[in-house]
């Protein structure tokens, strides 16, 4: 990824509007956007509630800086258990990914985020990275439970 230099006031301004239009067009046709909100003013910041299948909600938090677009959603809490399995399991899917990558985050919780360079804001680049936000975080949200919290689960041979 090459990483523009930084942008002046009026080119953050006109990103703004470009990913404002963006998700108010989402909002409004993608039944998986649930909600949008802005951070206070003079945040460049942006909450995309999400519904999924496999995780009920989630949220993806955008935030516009100097250079970048970075993108992020809590995955889970850490780990009770199996953690070394655990995380070599996120390790091997980070592999597979392309733009996002698992990480740990404020008290060790696991999320999924990355960023694209600020002149990839267009409408085809914020749908990849919504639409692959979006399955990342519901396809690989229970295996990793069952993996890190699997007491928690009934055995499936116990019934």
């Not at 909600?35 to 496999?54: I, L």
């Not at 677009?69 to 995380?87: G, V």
């Not at 070599?88 to 597979?96: M, Q, S, T, V």
């Amino acid at each position: 990824m090459s990483v523009s230099g930084p942008a002046s006031t009026g080119e953050l301004d006109a990103h703004e509007i470009v990913i404002d239009s963006w998700l108010l067009s989402e909002l409004e046709k993608n039944p998986a956007v649930d909600a949008v909100e802005r951070d206070k003013p003079g945040e460049r910041r942006w909450f995309v509630r999400m519904n999924g299948e496999q995780k009920d909600a989630f949220t993806i938090r955008f935030h516009l800086r100097q250079r970048t677009l970075h993108y992020e959603s809590f995955f889970c809490p850490a780990p009770e258990e199996n953690e070394s399995e655990f995380y070599f399991h996120l390790l091997k899917r980070n592999a597979k990914m392309y733009g996002a990558a698992f990480a740990i985050g404020e008290e060790d919780a696991v999320f999924l985020q990355g960023q694209i360079d600020r002149s990839q804001i267009v409408a085809d680049e914020l749908d990849r990275v919504l639409g692959s936000m979006y399955f990342w975080v519901d396809r690989f949200f229970h295996p990793a439970l069952r993996i890190g919290f699997a007491s928690r689960f009934p055995d499936p041979e116990s019934h």
